[in-house]
T-cell receptor
Framework: NAGVMQNPRHLVRRRGQEARLRCSPM?????VYWYRQLPEEGLKFMVY????????ESGMPKERFSAEFPKEGPSILRIQQVVRGDSAAYFC????????????FGQGTRLTVV | GESVGLHLPTLSVQEGDNSIINCAYS??????FIWYKQESGKGPQFIID?????DKRQGQRVTVLLNKTVKHLSLQIAATQPGDSAVYFC????????????FGQGTTLQVKP
C-alpha cells in the first residue's frame, strides 16, 4: 500500500518561471492538504481539497498560487512567476475523512528558486 | 496566528534515558492533537494522537499527556534510542474544522550514544 506520493522531490526554478508540484494521496483517501515549511520552522497550512473542490484555501497567498484536485489524477499545487521567497519544502498530506482523522504526509517537494 | 508553541527548541538526552517534549497551545477549541516526527529531508511521520476527551494515551514507547486546564501537551519517549533523533512537532485540529492542522515550531531531539 503506497503512501502519499509527491513529485518531483526536488525542483529548481528561475525567478519568473512556473512550478508545478504533484501529490497522489494514499489509496482510499479523498482529502488532500498542502503545507509549506520554511527552514527551521513548522509546517504552515495552505489549502485543503477534496476531489474537484477547494474546501479551505485560507492559507494560500492571494496571488500566484493555485491548487486543484481533479476527478482523475493527482492534486497539483501551482506557483506562477516564482520568487526567491517561494523557496521552501512543500508537503502534501491525505486522509480518509474531514478533521480528527490521521493525516499521512508525503516526502515533500523541495523548491529552490534561483 | 499560531496557537501552538514549544517550550524548548532543542533537547539533548543520553541514549536509554526518557525524553519529554512539551507543547503549549492557546486555542481552547482545539480538541484533537497529534505528534509528528520529522527526520532530515523527510516528511512528518505520525507518532501518536489524542482527543480532548482523554488526558493520556500510550503507544509503543511513547505516551502523550494532555492537560486541558493549562493547555499543555507533552510527548514522552521511553528508553530513547539514536533512531529517535529528529524534530518533533505537535499539531492541533478543531473538530468540525476543515481538517487543517496548526503546527508548532518543533523541538529537535538529539540522542547522545
Amino acid at each position: 500500500n503506497a503512501g502519499v506520493m509527491q513529485n518531483p522531490r526536488h525542483l529548481v526554478r528561475r525567478r519568473g518561471q512556473e512550478a508545478r508540484l504533484r501529490c497522489s494521496p494514499m489509496k482510499g483517501h479523498s482529502h488532500v492538504y498542502w503545507y509549506r515549511q520554511l527552514p527551521e520552522e513548522g509546517l504552515k497550512f495552505m489549502v485543503y481539497l477534496q476531489k474537484e473542490n477547494i474546501i479551505d484555501e485560507s492559507g494560500m497567498p492571494k496571488e500566484r498560487f493555485s491548487a486543484e484536485f481533479p476527478k482523475e489524477g493527482p492534486s497539483i499545487l501551482r506557483i506562477q512567476q516564482v520568487v526567491r521567497g517561494d523557496s521552501a519544502a512543500y508537503f502534501c498530506a491525505s486522509s480518509r475523512g474531514r478533521g480528527n482523522t490521521e493525516a499521512f504526509f508525503g516526502q515533500g517537494t523541495r523548491l529552490t528558486v534561483v | 496566528g499560531e496557537s501552538v508553541g514549544l517550550h524548548l527548541p532543542t533537547l539533548s538526552v543520553q541514549e536509554g534515558d526518557n525524553s519529554i517534549i512539551n507543547c503549549a497551545y492557546s486555542n481552547s477549541a482545539s480538541d484533537y492533537f497529534i505528534w509528528y516526527k520529522q527526520e532530515s529531508g523527510k516528511g512528518p511521520q505520525f507518532i501518536i494522537d489524542i482527543r480532548s476527551n482523554m488526558d493520556k494515551r500510550q503507544g509503543q514507547r511513547v505516551t502523550v499527556l494532555l492537560n486541558k486546564t493549562v493547555k499543555h501537551l507533552s510527548l514522552q519517549i521511553a528508553a530513547t534510542q539514536p533512531g529517535d533523533s529528529a524534530v518533533y512537532f505537535c499539531a492541533e485540529n478543531i473538530e468540525g474544522n476543515t481538517g487543517k492542522l496548526i503546527f508548532g515550531q518543533g523541538t529537535t531531539l538529539q540522542v547522545k550514544p
